[in-house]
C-alpha cells in the first residue's frame, strides 16, 4: 500500500516542533494503537489571521470592523494520526448517518462532491419547491470553543460502537481536549526566527532539548484546562464536531420532517423550512435542544423570514433569507453585500500597495539613470479580476453559473471597472 492508497497521509511544509515524516514511518505509527496510545503529542502552534468585517447596524449605516480569525496547526506526526482516526470515524459516521436515515440534512466536512455554493443552491431550491413557508436561519455561538468535552467522549464511543473508548482513540481525545498552544510570533521570537523567512536551512523550530528549555519552561505554552473547547485547524477537527452533533440532527430531522418541512445544517449554520404555523416554534425548540448539548444559539444572527405568494403567482419573501454567503427572497439570488465590499477594500489596498512598491522601485531606477516602468498590472488582475484563477470574482462567476443567477452577474459586472478606476488613480 502506497500514501496514495491513503487519504490519511499527505505532505506538509511547514515548520514544527518536529520533522517531516515519510509515509512508512507514519503508517507504522498511526495504524499501531498501541503507539499511539503511548504518544506524546506536541503542542499546536497557533496565530491570527485578521480579516475586515463589515455590516449594517440599525440605522442602515455600513460599519467596518475588524474580524480575529484564530488559525492552529499540529505537528507532522500529530497531524497524520489525527488524519488517520478522522478517516476511521468517518467510515462509521457516514454509516450512523445512513442507518439513522438523515444524511441529506448534514452537509459540511463531508465528501459529497458539492461546495457551500451547491449547498446554498439546494437549500433555496427546496424553499422554492416547498412554496409558502417560514424560512428560519439559526447560528451556534462560539461552536468549537463551546463543545462539552463529556459529550463528545460519548458520542465519540458510540460512533465506535463501544461503551468507552479504547486506549488508542482515548489518547487522541485527551490530546484534543486537554491542548496546548504555543503563539507563532513568541516562539519564533523567542528562538529568533525570523518570521518572513522561517525554513532559513532548518526543517523543524528548534531540537528537543531547546523545547524544554526555551519554550516549556519559559512559559510559551499555554493549556486549556477547562472542560469545554476543542481546536479548530487540526485533520479531525471538523469530524469531530459532526459526530458531537449527531442526536440534535436525528431530533430536528424528525421534529421538522413530522410538520411536513425541511432541515440542512452546514457546521455551525442551520436553515429550517416549514410551514408557516411553526414559524415562531422552531427558535424555541432549537434553542432547548442546542442548550441540552451545553451550547447556545446567536440571537443577532437568527433570521425568520416568510416567504409568500406574489401576484404573478411566484415566492416573496418579506426580506431575503442568508445561507452560506449568499441571499435568497424567493425571486433571485445574490452576493451578500457585506462580500462584495469586502472585495471592494481588499482590492483597494492591494492596488494602493502595488502603486507605492512601484513608486520606491522607480525612485532607485531613476537614481540609477534608468528609465521608470509602468504599474505591473498580471498580480492585481490575477488577484482582483476575472483573469485570475482562484479569487472572489470568479467565485462569483461560478456560484452564478452553478445557480443559475442573472443577479449575481449584475453585481459583479462593474467589479472589472472599479479595478480599472482604482488602477489608473
Keep these: 500500500m502506497t500514501s496514495k492508497d491513503d487519504g490519511w497521509y499527505r505532505k506538509r511544509g511547514y515548520l514544527h516542533f518536529d520533522h517531516p515524516i515519510g509515509y512508512k514511518k507514519a503508517r507504522k505509527i498511526v495504524a499501531n494503537p498501541k503507539a499511539v496510545a503511548k504518544h506524546s503529542f506536541w503542542p499546536l502552534i497557533h496565530y491570527e489571521i485578521t480579516t475586515p ?20 496547526y499540529a505537528s507532522h506526526l500529530d497531524s497524520h494520526i489525527y488524519a488517520y482516526y478522522a478517516q476511521i470515524l468517518a467510515e462509521l459516521y457516514e454509516n450512523r448517518l445512513a442507518a439513522l436515515g438523515i444524511g441529506e440534512h448534514v452537509s459540511a466536512f ?44 460519548m458520542q465519540w464511543s458510540s460512533v465506535l460502537g463501544e461503551p468507552q473508548l479504547p486506549h488508542d482513540h482515548f489518547a487522541v481525545f485527551k490530546s484534543l481536549t486537554r491542548f496546548a498552544l504555543v503563539s507563532r510570533e513568541s516562539l519564533y521570537d523567542q528562538l529568533g526566527i525570523s518570521k518572513h523567512n522561517p525554513k532559513n536551512g532548518r526543517d523543524r523550530i528548534c531540537k528537543p532539548e531547546e523545547f524544554h528549555s526555551l519554550v516549556r519552561k519559559t512559559g510559551l505554552i499555554s493549556s486549556n484546562k477547562g472542560s469545554k473547547g476543542i481546536p479548530q485547524g487540526t485533520p479531525i477537527s471538523a469530524l469531530l464536531s459532526n459526530i ?18 425541511r ?27 442546542i442548550k441540552a448539548l451545553k451550547l447556545a444559539i446567536n440571537p ?57 512598491t512601484c513608486g520606491k522601485r522607480n525612485t532607485a531606477r531613476i537614481n540609477r539613470g534608468q528609465h521608470p516602468r509602468p504599474l505591473y498590472k498580471q ?38 471597472k472599479n479595478l480599472q478606476n482604482e488602477i489608473e488613480k
Excluded at 416547498?130 to 459529550?151: E, K, Q, R, Y
Excluded at 432541515?263 to 435542544?289: A, H, N, S, W
Excluded at 452576493?335 to 471592494?344: K, N, P, Q, T, V
Design 244 to 261: 458531537y452533533m449527531i442526536e440534535f440532527d436525528k431530533r430536528m430531522a424528525e421534529v421538522v420532517s413530522e410538520w411536513g418541512g
Design 263 to 289: 432541515y440542512f445544517r452546514y457546521c455551525d449554520d442551520m436553515l429550517f423550512i416549514v410551514p408557516q404555523e411553526f414559524e415562531k416554534t422552531v427558535g424555541g425548540m432549537v434553542t432547548t435542544e
Design 53 to 72: 468585517k463589515i455590516t449594517k447596524n440599525s440605522a442602515g449605516d455600513v460599519v467596518r470592523k475588524e474580524k480575529a480569525r484564530p488559525i492552529a
Design 110 to 153: 463531508r465528501s459529497l462532491g458539492k461546495s457551500n455554493i451547491e449547498f446554498a443552491r439546494d437549500a433555496f431550491k427546496s424553499i422554492s419547491e416547498f412554496g409558502p413557508c417560514a424560512v428560519v436561519g439559526v447560528d451556534i455561538t462560539g461552536f468549537f470553543d463551546n463543545l462539552d468535552h463529556a459529550i463528545l467522549k
Design 300 to 356: 443577532k444572527k437568527t433570521e425568520i423570514r416568510l416567504f409568500s405568494k406574489n401576484a404573478e403567482g411566484g415566492l416573496h419573501s418579506n426580506q431575503p433569507i442568508q445561507y452560506l454567503g449568499f441571499l435568497f427572497d424567493g425571486q433571485q439570488i445574490l452576493l451578500r453585500s457585506a462580500a462584495l465590499s469586502r472585495y471592494s477594500d481588499r482590492m483597494k489596498r492591494g492596488v494602493k500597495l502595488a502603486r507605492r
Design 379 to 416: 498580480k492585481l488582475y490575477e488577484r482582483y479580476s476575472h483573469f485570475g484563477r482562484r479569487n472572489f470574482v470568479r467565485y462569483g462567476l461560478r456560484a452564478a453559473d452553478i445557480m443559475d443567477s442573472k443577479a449575481i452577474k449584475r453585481q459583479l459586472k462593474p467589479l472589472w
